[in-house]
């Protein structure tokens, strides 16, 4: 809605308000640098929707530049506020990156496996948008021709049609857990870039926030 744009737009001046305040070029560089990935991560999903042909490998692409910029970029900034070392400025730059392709890899877990209830939203919200997201994926890979042609035809028409046995589809392949693996190796590849950091309270928030990141069910 217009509202949403302007909130939208307000919050986006706001922050680069507050970095001027702040006064260091480096965050300015940071974050402008992300805001562009982030939107290039927008356009390379708008592009890809409606497309079952969509690869693993573009789909973590997307959602690299989607989400795990962002979280890279907070993570960076906080090193680099904190005046730390090149080497835990690169950790932590890491953590966030990987931290965010397990969130969002877990959040498109969800969307066919949790509820209304839990989320927040309906089950299967990306399938009805035709965004073919890594459990789709798998599941094109893994099930029999004709139920790929319909898979397929749903996400080209953004048809809701046969979303119940598609969903069904997808949780009896196998692609759910497959996907929840791919987010449990980024996991711990984010605990893995923190071994430079001091041991500390501050470093085992961290750590459960990564290992939450999979665990979560909302």
């Given at each position: 809605?217009?509202?949403?744009?302007?909130?939208?737009?307000?919050?986006?001046?706001?922050?680069?308000?507050?970095?001027?305040?702040?006064?260091?070029?480096?965050?300015?560089?940071?974050?402008?640098?992300?805001?562009?990935?982030?939107?290039?991560?927008?356009?390379?999903?708008?592009?890809?929707?409606?497309?079952?042909?969509?690869?693993?490998?573009?789909?973590?692409?997307?959602?690299?530049?989607?989400?795990?910029?962002?979280?890279?970029?907070?993570?960076?900034?906080?090193?680099?506020?904190?005046?730390?070392?090149?080497?835990?400025?690169?950790?932590?730059?890491?953590?966030?990156?990987?931290?965010?392709?397990?969130?969002?890899?877990?959040?498109d877990v969800l969307d066919y496996s949790s509820s209304f209830e839990t989320i927040g939203k309906d089950i299967?919200?990306?399938?009805?948008?035709?965004?073919?997201?890594?459990?789709?994926?798998?599941?094109?890979?893994?099930?029999?021709?004709?139920?790929?042609?319909?898979?397929?035809?749903?996400?080209?028409?953004?048809?809701?049609?046969?979303?119940?046995?598609?969903?069904?589809?997808v949780k009896s392949s196998g692609a759910l857990a497959l996907s929840a693996e791919k987010a449990k190796t980024?996991?711990?590849?984010?605990?893995?870039?923190?071994?430079?950091?001091?041991?500390?309270?501050?470093?085992?928030?961290?750590?459960?926030?990564?290992?939450?990141?999979?665990?979560?069910?909302?």
């Amino acid at each position: 809605s217009e509202s949403t744009i302007l909130v939208g737009d307000f919050l986006y001046s706001r922050a680069f308000q507050v970095m001027v305040q702040i006064g260091q070029m480096r965050v300015m560089e940071i974050m402008a640098d992300a805001t562009n990935t982030i939107a290039e991560g927008e356009v390379l999903q708008l592009i890809n929707c409606g497309n079952p042909d969509t690869t693993e490998k573009q789909y973590l692409d997307i959602i690299y530049r989607k989400t795990g910029k962002l979280f890279e970029a907070g993570a960076t900034i906080g090193a680099v506020l904190g005046n730390q070392s090149k080497l835990i400025e690169s950790s932590l730059t890491e953590y966030g990156r990987n931290l965010g392709i397990a969130f969002q890899l877990i959040d498109d877990v969800l969307d066919y496996s949790s509820s209304f209830e839990t989320i927040g939203k309906d089950i299967g919200d990306d399938l009805t948008e035709g965004k073919p997201t890594l459990p789709l994926i798998y599941t094109l890979e893994r099930c029999k021709p004709e139920k790929q042609i319909i898979i397929r035809e749903a996400i080209q028409s953004k048809n809701a049609q046969n979303i119940d046995q598609i969903i069904a589809w997808v949780k009896s392949s196998g692609a759910l857990a497959l996907s929840a693996e791919k987010a449990k190796t980024a996991s711990n590849q984010a605990i893995k870039s923190l071994k430079p950091l001091p041991e500390s309270d501050y470093k085992q928030g961290l750590i459960e926030l990564a290992q939450f990141a999979i665990n979560r069910m909302y």
